[in-house]
């Protein structure tokens, strides 16, 4: 299973690149945001509400450092449970949905339920399995047509070109992430 955090942290930056504290702060900003969106609204949709309230809490103390004016224990725990408020707010407005697990791209409109990944659900809530690979529209239909380098391509060329990747290093890249969807999917 991948998300979009994981796939966006492998993808954006080259491999022979030491990250200035400056691209690691925001790439923690970005982590936080993702995990305290879905933590939100999972909260709020009746998912187990102990786990994620505790996590959505951890996460948003963690953002509270990187916001915050001060560094000490009780700015960090006002601060926050200001933003652990903010992100349940912002879900009932505007619930998480998860990104396409092969390209990225939102909406998702399917979810393949894992071990295997042959059956699909058209909503989050129908998940039943502990894992799933979620699908835009187009993937859908590359994955229903059994089109592997169509999801390859279309994966890799949003990465052509950054921070010095070229088009066979990302096609590489896609096809190695997207093989353990294929490899379940057909029991080999």
Do not use: Q
Request: aromatic residues 10%; contains cysteine.
């Amino acid at each position: 299973m991948t998300s979009r955090r994981s796939r966006r942290m492998f993808w954006s930056m080259p491999f022979d690149h030491r990250p200035s504290d400056a691209e690691r702060l925001d790439a923690i900003r970005r982590h936080a945001h993702d995990s305290l969106r879905y933590f939100a609204t999972a909260a709020l949709g009746g998912e187990d509400r102990d786990w994620t309230r505790a996590y959505l809490d951890l996460t948003a103390n963690y953002m509270a450092l990187a916001e915050g004016d001060s560094l000490d224990d009780r700015s960090m725990l006002e601060k926050g449970s200001e933003i652990a408020d903010r992100y349940l707010d912002a879900a009932k407005r505007d619930p998480w949905t998860p990104p396409c697990s092969f390209c990225g791209d939102s909406p998702a409109v399917a979810w393949f339920e894992g071990p295997r990944f042959t059956h699909s659900v058209d909503a989050a809530d129908k998940v039943r399995a502990e894992g799933a690979w979620t699908a835009c529209a187009r993937c859908l239909e590359l994955v229903r047509a059994d089109d592997r380098e169509g999801l390859a391509r279309r994966d890799a060329k949003r990465f052509e070109g950054r921070d010095g990747v070229d088009l066979e290093r990302a096609m590489t890249m896609a096809r190695d992430m997207h093989e353990k969807f294929w490899k379940a999917r057909t029991g080999a």
